[in-house]
């Protein structure tokens, strides 16, 4: 048959994508948050390269959700009770702050009507099959919430929308008790022997701490949002999430060398944007706070996700080739 070839070589890329698809949703956020790190520096090229990148993968994302909802309904219904299916949500917020820095409000509005309206269905979904001693996944619904909390502010202060820099303020306080909730019910034992997943921890509180950054900055574009003490406790609980995330940030790396994991998994993916989302918010919370000497840390830890980043890239491509190594031999 002559199409036999075409169909052959089409093999290694569905087995590949079945097993990275899970990691897609990660993939998006590393890749957007560092596209919003390297503008946040300067680095207008790399930025938009890399916002690129995370675009043609959010595509991929969004492709395998539609498949799975529209030609496999109990497969989405799985992945959706897990708390990994909330990185759609996740995903999509981070591309669409991105948007919005750019200046392509509508864009950014579009994106986060599809977020708020994809956050309760998948939310509550996760809720209702929540356990005891998950993995760091479980955090994920604080990164989802937040997630909006960041993208609604962002375009709350660019239109001066009251209503929407309101709805960014609940949600915000949402997300921080998502946290403790999530804390609650994580394995500390994943610290030690998690995939790469585990860091999530890290990630939930930098973007906490990024979702305060923009509601402070909402409030110096319209004084009139909330009154002064409401805005001292925001700038005060902004500031106590960057160090709690930081600390977190610490001790994690600290526990890759005292626990080193130095094989691939997809997972490793989980691990890099939480490391970006660290920097972003580090260089968001020192601008939003007037805390300037944080700028220098903020860019470290670009960097250092940056060269995760790369590692994650060259570990995607080299388990890509495997397979389709192992498939040419069946």
């Known amino acids: 048959m002559p199409d036999t070839p075409d169909m052959t070589d089409t093999i290694p890329l569905r087995a590949w994508w079945a097993g990275w698809a899970p990691a897609a ?30 675009s043609l993968a959010w595509v991929g994302l969004a492709s395998d959700f539609l498949a799975r909802l529209v030609g496999d309904r109990a497969q989405w219904a799985r992945r959706a009770a897990a708390p990994a299916g909330l990185d759609a949500v996740a995903a999509t917020t981070v591309l669409g702050t991105r948007f919005a820095t750019l200046g392509w409000r509508t864009l950014a509005e579009v994106l986060l009507a599809l977020s708020a309206v994809l956050w309760p269905v998948l939310l509550l979904t996760v809720l209702r099959h929540w356990r005891r001693r998950m ?54 034992r994943e610290v030690r022997k998690g995939a790469g997943d585990h860091w999530i921890a890290a990630g939930a509180l930098g973007i906490s701490a990024l979702a305060g950054a923009g509601l402070v900055v909402a409030h110096d574009v319209n004084p009139y949002l909330w009154n002064n003490d409401d805005q001292g406790v925001l700038r005060a609980t902004t500031g106590a999430l960057l160090v709690l995330d930081l600390v977190c940030y610490f001790l994690l790396a600290v526990a890759e060398v005292v626990w080193p994991r130095p094989r691939y998994d997809v997972r490793r993916w989980s691990s890099v944007f939480p490391m970006g989302m660290s920097a972003v918010a580090t260089l968001a919370v020192s601008a939003a706070l007037d805390v300037f000497w944080l700028k220098g840390t903020g860019q470290v830890l670009l960097w250092i996700a940056v060269a995760a980043w790369l590692l994650a890239v060259v570990g995607t491509a080299l388990a890509f080739g495997s397979e389709v190594r192992s498939t040419g031999r069946r």
Not at 27 to 44: C, F, K, N, Q
Not at 159 to 177: E, I, K, R
Request: aromatic share 10%.
């Open 25 to 54: 949703g990660a993939a998006v956020m590393a890749t957007g948050i560092l596209s919003t790190g390297l503008y946040l520096t300067g680095y207008e090229v790399l930025s938009r390269i890399a916002l690129v990148l995370a």
């Open 135 to 188: 993995a760091g996944e479980v955090f994920l619904v604080c990164v989802a919430t937040q997630g909006l909390s960041v993208l609604g502010s962002t375009i709350a202060a660019e239109v001066g929308s009251d209503w929407l820099a309101h709805a960014a303020m609940t949600l915000f306080w949402v997300g921080v008790a998502l946290y403790v909730v999530s804390f609650a019910n994580f394995d500390p």
